[in-house]
């Protein structure tokens, strides 16, 4: 599956890099340059971590060198075959982020984008409802990460309904945006009602608080509310924070990645409170977990899954805590800058306001479980994400 996608996103850039409009690849250019320098990082440490560093080198490197009695060139990572693998999934969803910011530059194409992510997220929804119980733990996880990011993008085509109305008053736009409303309100109504009968206590409470700050910013720029304009980009993350706080006191003895996890099974969380407590502070390599999983296991533990409980765990282990940190902090940025843009755009401002609130959902999810490595959930979160930057910026000047 991940090099069927690889192949498929490669073919559609270049596709999409001969078929671009001049206008449009300078505004591309803009947009993306600042997101191509954030998304690099990780890509570039990932590297580092399967380079022959002796200094860096992980402490099993050396217990294997002893046992078979000749020199052997370590790595920061436990598996670098692995880890390499790890780096063409995430590069793969980097390029459906740039291939979709390429498509949704068109200011019509971004519309249809948006249809389509929510008519995704309808789908995923009633798969989720019909067949929840089928689902094995990871992959509903993945499903109900969609189903949250399906609501606010639900909310978002709703909002983008509404503007359209009241922009657009011949008979026959009417007629079609009544029905465009009522579809957009029933995906609404489905991925909500998925979620208060399918999602935890944490699934929920991310969600709510990402459909939050979508309504935040809609009625400050509805009712003009410029002096209130901060508060309303800074409370949804203020609320993240002492969300993760309430939810991390000393006493529980969990670490801050495991803070919300949503792993009902006390063995997992501790085999992952070993890992993460063991792990050095360079990491252990990208998509290592699974390979490190049985020696941290107790003999009567369940048979351990291939990621770690939680995004922000697996990141923690694998990248490093310092990276963990540096991708947290560029993640609240990020939410920020999409916020702020949103108050700041004029019409299509619910382009940015969406993907803020997504990063912000996504955030808070990253601490419950580890959906956001899956196929399904990366794709579509980077879809909404390169939505969003691509429609962060009007082109009327470049036109």
């Given amino acids: 599956m991940q090099g069927l996608v690889a192949g498929i996103v490669a073919v559609a ?44 080198a992980h402490p099993i490197w050396k217990s294997a060198e002893t046992a078979l009695g000749h020199p052997i060139a370590g790595t920061i990572s436990v598996d670098p075959g692995a880890s390499v693998i790890a780096l063409g999934q995430y590069l793969s969803v980097v390029g459906v982020v740039f291939l979709s910011a390429a498509v949704a530059v068109d200011r019509q194409r971004a519309e249809w984008i948006l249809f389509a992510l929510t008519a995704v997220g309808v789908a995923l929804a009633l798969m989720l409802f019909f067949r929840g119980v089928e689902f094995p733990m990871f992959a509903r996880a993945q499903a109900i ?7 606010i993008v639900a909310g978002a085509a709703c909002i983008r309904t509404i503007e359209r109305y ?4 011949s ?6 945006l009544l029905w465009t409303f009522v579809a957009c309100s029933t995906a609404l109504m489905i991925c909500c009602a998925v979620e208060l009968f399918g999602a935890t206590r944490e699934t929920l409470i991310a969600t709510v608080y990402g459909i939050f700050a979508l309504i935040c910013i809609s009625l400050v720029r509805r009712f003009a509310l410029g002096a ?52 050095p502070f360079v990491g252990t390599g990208a998509g290592t977990f699974a390979a490190l999983a049985p020696i941290y296991r107790q003999i009567d533990d369940p048979p351990p899954g291939s990621t770690a409980a939680t ?12 990276m963990f940190w540096l ?18 755009r004029g019409r299509d401002s619910f382009y940015p306001a969406m993907g803020g609130s997504c990063l912000i959902t996504l955030l808070l999810l990253s601490f419950n479980n580890a959906g956001l490595f899956g196929t399904a959930s990366g794709l579509i979160a980077a879809a909404v994400i390169d939505l969003a930057i691509a429609q962060s910026k009007s082109r009327t000047a470049k036109l």
């Fill in 145 to 151: 990460d969609c189903v949250s990011m399906g609501t």
């Fill in 311 to 322: 995004a922000a765990a697996a990141i923690a282990i694998e990248l490093g805590k310092p």
């Fill in 228 to 279: 209130v304009s901060t508060a309303a980009i800074a409370a949804p993350a203020l609320g993240a924070a002492i969300l993760l706080l309430a939810y991390h006191p000393v006493e529980r003895g969990t670490s801050v990645p495991l803070a919300l996890t949503g792993a009902s099974d006390p063995s997992l969380i501790a085999l992952n409170e070993r890992v993460l407590y063991d792990a």
């Fill in 13 to 56: 850039l270049a596709i999409t890099a001969r078929a671009l409009r001049p206008g449009e690849t300078e505004f591309l250019v803009s947009i993306v340059r600042p997101p191509a320098v954030i998304a690099a990082v990780p890509a570039l440490w990932v590297l580092v971590q399967v380079l022959p560093l002796s200094v860096l």
């Fill in 166 to 169: 009241e922009t657009r008053r």
């Fill in 327 to 344: 991708i947290t902090v560029a993640a609240a940025v990020s939410i920020f800058i999409l916020l702020r843009t949103s108050l700041r």
């Fill in 171 to 176: 008979s026959r736009s009417v007629s079609v």
